[in-house]
């Protein structure tokens, strides 16, 4: 069907030309498409001067791609064009499947354009885009039809994708035997896959003998791999009562879904005061005319006018229209459901631990000499076997792992908006959107994101001319930064805005009770109150020190991720906000340590190194135990005391485990280390759960379990403590 | 190798179409059904890569086919061309409506099948 044309065309400049003015109209569209998405989303009108841009846009197009010939793109054009136009005018309401289509038909155009950038100016053929068009010619029509139309079809109460799927051949079957005053019922019924055949052969005879078969509609069973559902939509003359007693089908369900005229009142939600009027004028005509069903529904009232049948038909009507909507996207990715990665996730993390388990059999067998050889065997099938376990574990993490990307465009949106509403003006500049993180991650880092940037929108930068008069540009600049950092990822979000002044900060955390007067704290710990809890309303701090809006907020949940975050901040020249979280929270390296009889799991991803130490070199100093490592004071905790153990005795030898997150250092001292090994945290229930310092349990490769420590949480705790003392 | 599923009741038709689509290269496996049953069955078995399918045939119809596929998560990235005599504007409508990702019209020219065809099949490789 699509339009003939010359496969090729002289490459020139001109199309370069073509392909940058595109591009960057499109660019322009994302971003209006975007913001007209929110409104559809916000069931808000509308903003005319949006869509209007939109319009204009659309007109750019069409006019530069008829102009180099380009058939394909130029209808497609052409065709947003149309809904915008209806948009614009109020034809096409913001809720039409038609607006719908537009953000599809922007990436078409997109990657068309793409693909003559890629080729200088080959014509991309256009066979996505004329079915694209199809697509929009008909979703512009259907809904402004619908209502009014006089069609007996659309008052049937059945899967509008049965009626979809009917030919237009079947479509004058089912009217011409709604005009004749049949009854139309649906026979469903559930088969093997394997075997449906026969099955199915004798259900459509059956019903054959009592009427007419006008469509049947193949659907997934309730297992669709091994089941398959059929919707025979038939047409008969008897009524409900007789049809029982004749289809006597024990596995099939029956249901009147639509006996002409009347049973259409049922099935009709609240519309407009017009087309209800006009169907209620229809249905009175339709009265007039047609005495002998009318006659036959009046009769069958008791049993058929059940309009509680109709209702669930009806909303199933508004349910299978969308998800029909969201089937039409034409992509070849395939969708997996997250807990499903979850659950392969826990496989690999079983099989890890299961792995762990041969190699201490297999070091059992090698050290016995009368089982040596079978060992050495078993060890290098282990290798083997490790090699390919590695292997799935990063390609089932790979599959997790998605790009900041989505969440900055999220990002990027709000900073529209917010620019529009404040009306400052402030640039917003994204770095590092390709930098992956576990999927899970990646969606819990919205709200802290979003969080962070209107507070710097709202609160950080100033009105255009209070920067001037402090020797800025009048246009403030909020800069997103991701980065991969080993085992961590690491986000920055720094403003250039009036920054955070510490007195300000401090005399509140005072007042709240937070420091006491005397006590001496670093800029930075200073800073770092804005992350309590007492100090995060908005006009306690905002108008002064622009900052503390729900910070505590973003602090708990970086740390739920097992994360940090930071403050820095120089007053007249803006504050900066890094977050630091791990890259998964899947499978992790750990660092086994025992204190006492019992073993913990340490994240190896924290682990800088490990040191023995003799008693003699710990120092104290103000109650607390430092190190001094390579000249630099490194605060340490007893993991015994932390959980209450037994502690070693006072001159055995210990273990300094230093940990590292963010910027902040801690030593935990421990008994002893146990090795390292793969494992999989799982989360723990009870009350345990609740206890500070531990973030889950793993197994062990001699199938014990061990509780996995929190280190951002054992950190946190030793710079605050560091703070109060 | 790509797997193409060819839905046909007519066997002309059928050997038509699979010349046509041999030509797309070596790396190319076709499989045909003679009636929209035998489609369902063999959706199940195996992954195809494209689905080729008429309207009218004597079981069930083409646009049922197609909406068992697209409504069904597991075969719905198949993308699938109607090739179909009915020249009726509805029924194309219909189609494209359930998510066919083209429509050809019967006569059709070999040269345009191979072109929708290889366009759908690249983007299911990329995918």
């Known amino acids: 069907m699509a339009a003939r044309r010359p496969k090729n065309r002289p490459r020139s400049k001109a199309y370069r030309e073509f392909v940058s003015e595109a591009e960057e109209i499109l660019e322009r569209m994302r971003g209006d498409l975007a913001d007209l998405a929110d409104q559809r989303a916000a069931k808000h009108e509308a903003d005319p001067d949006l869509v209007n841009r939109l319009f204009r846009s659309a007109h750019s197009l069409k006019g530069l791609a008829g102009m180099f010939g380009l058939d394909g793109m130029s209808q497609l054009a052409h065709h947003l064009e149309d809904v915008l136009d209806g948009l614009r005018l109020g034809r096409v309401p913001l809720n039409s499947p038609a607006v719908g289509l537009l953000d599809e038909a922007v990436t078409v155009f997109s990657t068309l354009t793409q693909e003559m950038s890629e080729t200088s100016g080959t014509v991309p053929s256009d066979g996505v885009a004329a079915a694209l068009v199809a697509r929009i010619e008909l979703a512009v029509r259907s809904p402004a039809d619908a209502p009014v139309t006089s069609d007996p079809i659309g008052r049937l109460s059945v899967d509008p994708a049965l009626l979809r799927a009917l030919t237009e051949y079947e479509e004058h079957r089912l009217r011409e035997n709604l005009r004749r005053g049949r009854r139309i019922v649906l026979v469903e019924a559930t088969f093997e896959i394997l075997s449906f055949e026969e099955g199915l052969a004798e259900l459509t005879k059956s019903v054959r003998e009592v009427g007419e078969v006008l469509s049947t509609l193949p659907a997934p069973g309730d297992t669709p791999e091994s089941q398959i559902r059929f919707s025979l939509l038939a047409a008969t003359d008897l009524d409900e009562a007789a049809l029982e007693s004749t289809l006597d089908l024990p596995n099939a369900r029956v249901r009147t879904v639509g006996a002409p005229v009347a049973r259409a009142?049922?099935?009709?939600?609240?519309?407009?005061?017009?087309?209800?009027?006009?169907?209620?004028?229809?249905?009175?005509?339709?009265?007039?005319?047609?005495?002998?069903?009318?006659?036959?529904?009046?009769?069958?009232?008791?049993?058929?006018?059940?309009?509680?049948?109709?209702?669930?038909?009806?909303?199933?009507?508004?349910?299978?229209?969308?998800?029909?909507?969201?089937?039409?996207?034409?992509?070849?990715?395939?969708?997996?459901?997250?807990?499903?990665?979850?659950?392969?996730?826990?496989?690999?993390?079983?099989?890890?631990?299961?792995?762990?388990?041969?190699?201490?059999?297999?070091?059992?067998?090698?050290?016995?000499?009368?089982?040596?050889?079978?060992?050495?065997?078993?060890?290098?099938?282990?290798?083997?076997?490790?090699?390919?376990?590695?292997?799935?574990?990063?390609?089932?993490?790979?599959?997790?792992?998605?790009?900041?990307?989505?969440?900055?465009?999220?990002?990027?949106?709000?900073?529209?908006?917010?620019?529009?509403?404040?009306?400052?003006?402030?640039?917003?500049?994204?770095?590092?959107?390709?930098?992956?993180?576990?999927?899970?991650?990646?969606?819990?880092?919205?709200?802290?994101?979003?969080?962070?940037?209107?507070?710097?929108?709202?609160?950080?930068?100033?009105?255009?001319?209070?920067?001037?008069?402090?020797?800025?540009?009048?246009?403030?600049?909020?800069?997103?930064?991701?980065?991969?950092?080993?085992?961590?990822?690491?986000?920055?979000?720094?403003?250039?805005?009036?920054?955070?002044?510490?007195?300000?900060?401090?005399?509140?955390?005072?007042?709240?009770?937070?420091?006491?007067?005397?006590?001496?704290?670093?800029?930075?710990?200073?800073?770092?109150?804005?992350?309590?809890?007492?100090?995060?309303?908005?006009?306690?701090?905002?108008?002064?020190?622009?900052?503390?809006?729900?910070?505590?907020?973003?602090?708990?949940?970086?740390?739920?991720?097992?994360?940090?975050?930071?403050?820095?901040?120089?007053?007249?020249?803006?504050?900066?906000?890094?977050?630091?979280?791990?890259?998964?929270?899947?499978?992790?390296?750990?660092?086994?340590?025992?204190?006492?009889?019992?073993?913990?799991?340490?994240?190896?991803?924290?682990?800088?190194?490990?040191?023995?130490?003799?008693?003699?070199?710990?120092?104290?100093?103000?109650?607390?135990?430092?190190?001094?490592?390579?000249?630099?004071?490194?605060?340490?905790?007893?993991?015994?005391?932390?959980?209450?153990?037994?502690?070693?005795?006072?001159?055995?030898?210990?273990?300094?485990?230093?940990?590292?997150?963010?910027?902040?250092?801690?030593?935990?001292?421990?008994?002893?280390?146990?090795?390292?090994?793969?494992?999989?945290?799982?989360?723990?229930?009870?009350?345990?759960?609740?206890?500070?310092?531990?973030?889950?349990?793993?197994?062990?490769?001699?199938?014990?379990?061990?509780?996995?420590?929190?280190?951002?949480?054992?950190?946190?705790?030793?710079?605050?403590?560091?703070?109060?003392? | 190798m790509q797997r193409i599923l060819i839905v046909e009741d007519s066997a002309t038709m059928r050997s038509l179409l699979a010349s046509a689509l041999t030509d797309l290269g070596t790396s190319i496996e076709i499989t045909e059904a003679a009636s929209g049953f035998e489609a369902l069955r063999l959706l199940p078995r195996e992954l195809f890569d494209l689905i080729l399918t008429d309207i009218n045939m004597p079981d069930i119809n083409g646009l049922e086919l197609l909406s068992f596929v697209k409504g069904n998560v597991a075969y719905r990235d198949i993308p699938l061309i109607i090739v179909s005599t009915e020249g009726s504007e509805r029924d194309r409508e219909k189609g494209l409506g359930l998510g066919a990702d083209a429509y050809l019209v019967k006569p059709f020219e070999p040269d345009d099948l191979r072109r929708v065809a290889s366009e759908l099949l690249a983007k299911r490789r990329e995918g």
Do not use: W
Request: charged share 30%.
């Open chain 1, 265 to 725: 009142e049922d099935t009709r939600g609240p519309e407009t005061t017009r087309a209800s009027a006009a169907r209620d004028n229809q249905a009175e005509s339709g009265s007039a005319e047609r005495p002998g069903p009318t006659d036959r529904h009046t009769s069958d009232r008791p049993s058929d006018g059940e309009p509680t049948d109709g209702m669930p038909g009806h909303s199933e009507h508004a349910g299978g229209a969308s998800e029909l909507e969201s089937l039409k996207s034409i992509s070849d990715t395939v969708r997996v459901d997250i807990k499903k990665l979850d659950e392969l996730m826990n496989l690999v993390g079983e099989l890890v631990i299961q792995r762990s388990a041969i190699a201490a059999i297999a070091a059992r067998l090698c050290a016995d000499p009368v089982t040596s050889r079978i060992g050495a065997e078993l060890s290098k099938l282990h290798k083997g076997l490790d090699r390919k376990l590695q292997e799935l574990q990063s390609g089932v993490l790979e599959v997790r792992m998605v790009p900041l990307r989505q969440v900055f465009e999220k990002l990027s949106r709000v900073a529209r908006r917010l620019r529009r509403d404040l009306a400052k003006e402030v640039r917003l500049e994204i770095k590092g959107a390709d930098t992956e993180l576990d999927k899970l991650l990646v969606e819990e880092l919205v709200d802290p994101l979003v969080h962070l940037v209107r507070n710097a929108f709202d609160h950080a930068i100033e009105a255009p001319v209070e920067r001037e008069r402090a020797g800025k540009s009048a246009e403030g600049t909020i800069r997103i930064e991701a980065s991969q950092r080993g085992n961590h990822v690491v986000i920055e979000v720094a403003d250039d805005g009036r920054g955070i002044d510490p007195a300000v900060v401090r005399a509140r955390a005072e007042a709240c009770g937070l420091v006491s007067a005397g006590e001496v704290l670093s800029h930075r710990e200073t800073l770092e109150l804005i992350f309590s809890p007492g100090l995060s309303t908005r006009e306690q701090v905002t108008e002064t020190s622009g900052r503390g809006v729900g910070m505590d907020v973003v602090r708990a949940n970086l740390t739920a991720l097992g994360g940090l975050v930071d403050v820095d901040s120089t007053i007249g020249r803006g504050t900066r906000i890094t977050l630091t979280l791990p890259i998964t929270l899947a499978i992790i390296q750990a660092l086994i340590v025992g204190v006492g009889g019992q073993r913990f799991a340490i994240p190896l991803t924290s682990v800088l190194e490990t040191l023995l130490v003799e008693p003699a070199s710990i120092q104290r100093s103000e109650g607390r135990e430092m190190l001094n490592l390579r000249g630099h004071p490194l605060a340490l905790r007893r993991l015994a005391r932390e959980f209450g153990l037994p502690e070693a005795g006072s001159d055995a030898k210990l273990y300094v485990v230093v940990l590292g997150f963010g910027d902040s250092r801690l030593g935990l001292l421990v008994d002893r280390l146990d090795g390292q090994q793969d494992t999989v945290i799982k989360p723990i229930q009870g009350p345990i759960q609740n206890v500070r310092g531990v973030t889950g349990a793993t197994e062990l490769g001699d199938q014990s379990a061990v509780l996995v420590l929190d280190v951002s949480a054992l950190v946190d705790d030793a710079v605050r403590r560091r703070e109060a003392a």
